[in-house]
């Protein structure tokens, strides 16, 4: 869902928003008043702004932000994708602790069972344009289940089914190769729909036991290793629609 550019929103979620610091971070620097609105210092968090007219500034932070930064992460399994958990689990920041890098956001969201791909930016015009449904941009998953599928399931899987009122459907689906307890699946899709293959796969009474992102577009994990992390040049910004001339 599109949210009003009309709407109003507390100046900490639009720092948040913005990809300069999770949203507990900027609220800190709101009450230390290095926060201005059009000029005027603000002290309250929840200020309300709109994001299209109102200008937003942060005492001491235009410079470290001045360049955008473009990586991908390998997600390891058990990290949530959040800056900061209120059940205390480790989050996928942990993986670029002590790098000396800017504030990054996540671009888009692996829950906390799922690997893999996972990009970061400061630049949240090109966050948006990635996340945004209108990208087109494939996902590609490789997904071990707990057993081998059949011909009517896979259909299933392509068709669609709907779950709850809502329609999901694989764009494409192949079985890569199988056992006697368990195959791995590739599965691309084109939606964004929260956790979509895991909620197909439990309406056929299909166990996922692992899964992987690795490639997002033109963009492939390749052998970058679990829990590191690299900065993407050109060629790769290009694979997932950042135009040449940037």
Request: charged share 30%; with cysteine.
């Amino acid at each position: 869902m599109k949210e009003n550019p009309g709407k109003r929103f507390g100046v900490a979620r639009i720092l948040s928003k913005q990809g300069l610091a999770s949203r507990t971070q900027a609220a800190a620097w709101v009450r230390e008043g290095r926060v201005s609105v059009n000029g005027r210092i603000v002290h309250d968090p929840e200020f309300p702004v709109l994001q299209e007219r109102d200008k937003v500034s942060v005492a001491g932070l235009a410079e470290k932000n001045a360049e955008p930064v473009y990586l991908m992460l390998n997600k390891p399994r058990g990290l949530v994708t959040t800056a900061s958990d209120e059940k205390g689990r480790d989050t996928v920041y942990r993986c670029l602790d002590g790098a000396g890098l800017p504030w990054l956001a996540p671009v888009g969201r692996l829950d906390k069972a799922s690997e893999g791909l996972l990009l970061f930016s400061n630049d949240t015009e090109w966050a948006a344009r990635i996340t945004s449904p209108d990208s087109a941009l494939d996902k590609t998953y490789h997904v071990q289940i707990n057993r081998v599928p059949n011909s009517v399931e896979l259909d299933v899987m392509r068709r669609g089914i709907d779950i709850e009122g809502e329609w999901h459907a694989m764009k494409q689906v192949s079985v890569l190769r199988s056992g006697e307890k368990n195959a791995w699946l590739e599965i691309i899709l084109d939606e964004g729909k929260n956790r979509q293959i895991r909620k197909i796969l439990a309406e056929l009474n299909i166990d996922v036991l692992r899964l992987i992102r690795i490639q997002i577009g033109g963009l492939k994990l390749g052998e970058l290793a679990k829990g590191q992390w690299r900065s993407l040049d050109t060629k790769e910004l290009e694979a997932v629609g950042m135009p040449s001339s940037r």
